[in-house]
């Protein structure tokens, strides 16, 4: 009986030691099989990033040669090529007496500019205008502030250059305001006539001097509050008159004066006063009358509405707009206007420093 009861006992164990065996075997082999999967996984995870990867450098390879080819296949017959994007060039010059050299240009200036980014960027631009016209000056011709304030309302809608060859004969028959007031309209639209609008021109010029006549006794008032009541005088032909025949400070916002301010992102404004206040907020006070015939000047001879010289613009390097106008240096040249392309001024009688400089007087009415 004691042996038969060993006997079991020793069968007992020896079964337990084989299933524990089993049991080890079994979860070393359950491992094995988890690490394998776990390797096979990897490895399929990799050779999907190896494809797509190949794929992708197929598909750019396709795309680029597609574009290489684009490229050098030619226009149709009848078909405009298409315009490269404007770049600016390393160094773009003029070879014009009198225009600086543009200089490297970024084609695209960050936008985001700070307030006093924006106001060194105004009061440089100015002052390399400054160095291209340093004798600029009104365009009119005027002998005192009544012929100025004449001429600076016959002045619109037309070029200054009309209305200084239309003037001599309205100030030599008219010379003072009691004259102009006194004339019989048919006569003076006959001799303004040139100018366009003339029967409401006359209607204006006559009509402020008499203004001047009975409410000013015959003198130009030198304050803005007078002279804007004039019949057809404004706020801008108003700071012409206190600037230029005053040294009065003002801004004058013509036509070139919009054009460019928004072209330089000195201003989003749209209305001449709007523009004034935001302008006139950069620069000193004492600035301003100079500025605007900086401006002016530039607008008229070389950043046309149009067809701006790009290639032959001194503050280049400073304009958001570089590149909506002729790039090209030498092709820039022959888009500029008076004295820098070598035509004549506006002014039939202009400062003698603008003569010194090189400018040439305007031809009289009638000389070509």
Known sequence: MEKSAASKKTAANASR???????????TAAKETEAKKTAAKKTA??????????????TAG??????AAAKQVPPLKGQAPAKKPAVAPKKATAAVKGVAPAKTVAPKPP????RTALVRRAR??????????PYAHPELDFENPFQLVVATVLSAQTTDLRVNQTTPALFAKYPTPEDLAAAVPEEVEEILRPTGFFRAKTKSVIGLSKALTEDFGGEVPGRLEDLVKLPGVG???AFVVLGNAFGRPGITVDTHFQRLVRRWRWTEETDPDKIEAAVGALFPKSDWTDLSHHVIWHGRRICHARKPACGAC???PLCPAYGEGETDPEKAKKLLK????????QRLKPPQAYLDAGGKPAPPLGAG
């Open 17 to 27: 030691k084989s299933d524990a065996k089993k049991s080890a075997v079994k979860k």
């Open 45 to 58: 995870a990799k050779k999907t990033a190896a494809a797509r990867k190949t794929a992708a450098g197929k």
């Open 62 to 67: 396709q795309t680029g040669a597609k574009s």
């Open 111 to 114: 936008r985001g500019e700070s």
């Open 124 to 133: 440089r631009i100015n002052r390399e205008l400054a160095e291209v016209y």
């Open 235 to 237: 706020r801008k032909t």
């Open 314 to 316: 001194p503050v280049a």
């Open 338 to 345: 008076y004295e820098k392309g070598g035509f004549p001024g």
